[in-house]
């Protein structure tokens, strides 16, 4: 859901930075690859040999019809059709913090992908926590825009939480990109000023 | 949903004969075997561009199109087959044939043994899906057909399909499997095996020697069906279908007779089907169904399907407890495992295990896309930044 909203406003800048990482030829698993839209993006212009998971059969036929292979499932379920470190890179775009096991799907993706992409809205960004603050209602954004009754997003996160989460499970992060609307900022160590300011962040991690 | 829909037009079934003896899975050779087949739209010069399409377990021949201006229905996957749709007969070559054992045209248990000049009944050799599918190769080596761009069927098609993927894995590049298993359930067994048994258990049967006889196990195979056409709906689609709904009348009889709709249907479904089907074909093809099983015969489906370049799409129904949704993901997650191109949708359906046959405009919307492989960007390259 996130996704098509990111697509009807225009936000493209993810898709671009995380074309940007990948090298071409690659293996690529997209996981709630939505309808096919990376992907697609993926095989034109880095050549890759892609797969995707989605869950909704409406994307799935929407994938479909772009010419992409696509895997009607829950990747809540797991990813246990896929070996060990099979796919280059698995990406999770904008769907960890709707997943009900966010600590089992990432998991399961660093044992399938050699190196993986994962990209959330970062909920200590300062718009969301004066927003917060001020108003004291459950905050919405230009990347959060649902009510709390009917958001996908059930688990939200914060960069801290994430570097957190990494340090107790062994996790490298090999990239980390902060962005805003219009701006992106690289760096690989955690600090305040990134989770302040980053709107978005996109962590590139991987798992021996 | 579908723009130009057309028919292929009146078509004729056509008849071959293998002349040489086929070696089958049980180790009996067998021979001559005719086999009933149809085909629509023309083989290119490259000859890539032929479809196997594979009925399922009653079905004939007769896929799509008309046999005469007073047909009153075409072939049983008219919706999917013709010009534009989505096996598109202005693109591709389709051919469809009589499975071997059959009773619509193709050598089964009711044709003439040539040596006795009487019905083979249960003389005919028990056969399987291997021999079934290597029948077919027979077919399509007579036509000339040197690969196939895609071999496609819904249930007992599909896992002809399937096999058909294992036993000539560089003559297919994609298959398309429909509401399939790569091996039945014990409960899929079990209602094959009571409807075998209520054939078996008419007197009329006679083991199976009948066909000069006056009285025909129509009761047994009637009943079969009917046990079958419960098991191609589901709870949801019997609701929708007749509800507790009473067959023309307003309260109930008090005797034996029918009083539901529900009945009165299936009563229907079993009459008309003894008028087109014979009771020893019934026995020998639902035990070819229920013997398919290359997860066993290979050790495992992935070790199965290893050889196989093609590409796969796989299509399950939510409501279909026959062949469920777990089978198709079975078949999926072995694919995935081998790192094929493999694509999967479990399409959302009150009919059960039957909407293979109904739900034509999502199948058609798919098929297309599958069968399509060139198909350029639609993401505006302008918002990329």
């Known amino acids: ?208 | 949903m579908i723009n130009n829909i057309q028919s292929v037009g009146i078509v004729q079934t056509k008849f071959y004969t293998i002349e040489e003896k086929i070696q089958f899975e049980s180790g009996v050779e067998f021979g001559p075997i005719t086999v009933a087949y149809e085909t629509y739209g023309t083989l290119n010069e490259n000859e890539d561009n032929a479809i196997l399409v594979i009925h399922a377990l009653t079905g004939d021949a007769h896929a799509a199109g008309y046999h005469s201006e007073n047909d009153k229905k075409p072939g049983w996957w008219d919706d999917l087959i013709g010009p534009g749709k989505a096996f598109d007969t202005n693109k591709y070559f389709v051919i469809c044939s009589n499975i071997l054992g059959g009773c619509s045209g193709t050598t089964g248990p009711s044709a003439i043994n040539p040596q006795t000049n009487r019905p083979y009944g249960t003389s005919f050799p028990v056969f399987t899906i291997e021999d079934t599918v290597k029948v077919m190769k027979k077919l399509l080596d007579f036509l000339k057909i040197k690969s196939l761009y895609s071999v496609a069927g819904g249930s007992m098609g599909g896992m002809q399909a399937i096999q058909f993927v294992i036993s000539y894995p560089d003559f297919v590049k994609s298959a398309i499997l429909i509401a399939t298993t790569a091996r039945l359930s014990p409960q899929a067994i079990a209602f094959n095996a009571v409807g075998r048994n209520s054939i078996i258990s008419d007197p009329n049967w006679n083991n199976g020697d009948y066909y000069d006889k006056e009285q025909k196990p129509d009761r047994g195979l009637s009943n079969a069906r009917m046990i079958g056409h419960i098991t191609y709906l589901c709870e949801e689609a019997m609701y929708n279908k007749f509800g507790r709904r009473l067959q023309n009348k307003n309260h109930y009889d008090f005797n034996f007779d029918i009083d539901f709709q529900v009945e009165s249907y299936l009563q229907h479904q079993g009459q008309i089907f003894v008028d087109r089907f014979d009771a020893n074909s019934y026995l020998y093809i639902t035990k070819a169904v229920d013997y398919f099983d290359p997860c066993d015969k290979y050790g495992s489906l992935t070790n199965a399907f290893k050889n196989s370049n093609a590409k796969f799409l796989v299509m399950s129904f939510d409501s279909d407890w026959l062949f469920p949704s777990c089978q198709s993901k079975e078949i999926v997650n072995s694919l995935m495992k081998l790192g094929k191109d493999v694509s999967y949708c479990e399409i959302k359906s009150p009919c059960g295990h039957d909407a293979f046959l109904l739900e034509y405009e999502l199948q058609s919307k798919i098929i297309k896309s599958f069968l399509n492989d060139h198909i350029k960007g639609d993401y505006n390259e302008q918002a990329l930044c």
């Not at chain 1, 009807?8 to 898709?15: I, R």
């Not at chain 1, 690859?33 to 212009?45: Q, T």
Request: glycine share 6%; hydrophobic share 40%.
């Open chain 1, 1 to 208: 859901m996130n996704r098509h909203y990111a697509e009807s406003k225009g936000l493209h800048l993810n898709y671009s930075i995380i074309s940007d990482m990948i090298d071409d030829y690659a293996r690529v698993l997209d996981l709630g690859c939505g309808n096919g839209y990376l992907l697609k993006l993926l095989k034109d212009k880095k050549h890759i040999n892609g797969n995707g998971i989605e869950i909704s059969q409406k994307e799935v036929i929407q994938c479909l019809e772009k010419g992409l292979s696509v895997i009607q499932g829950d990747i809540d379920e797991g990813l246990k059709q896929f070996a060990d470190k099979s796919y280059d890179y698995v990406i999770l775009n904008q769907t960890l913090q709707s997943t009900h096991n966010p600590d089992y799907v990432l998991e399961e993706m660093l044992r399938v992908g050699k190196k993986c992409i994962v990209s959330f809205p970062n909920f200590a960004y300062w718009r969301i926590r004066f927003k917060f603050f001020f108003t004291g209602a459950m905050p919405k954004s230009r990347v959060l825009p649902f009510e709390w009754f009917n958001t996908p997003n059930i688990h939200l996160l914060t960069v801290k939480d994430f570097f957190e989460f990494t340090k107790q499970h062994n996790i490298t992060i090999l990239e980390g990109i902060y962005t805003t609307k219009a701006k992106v900022r690289k760096a690989i160590h955690y600090n305040l000023f990134s989770n302040f300011f980053a709107e978005e962040v996109i962590f590139i991690i991987a798992k021996n």
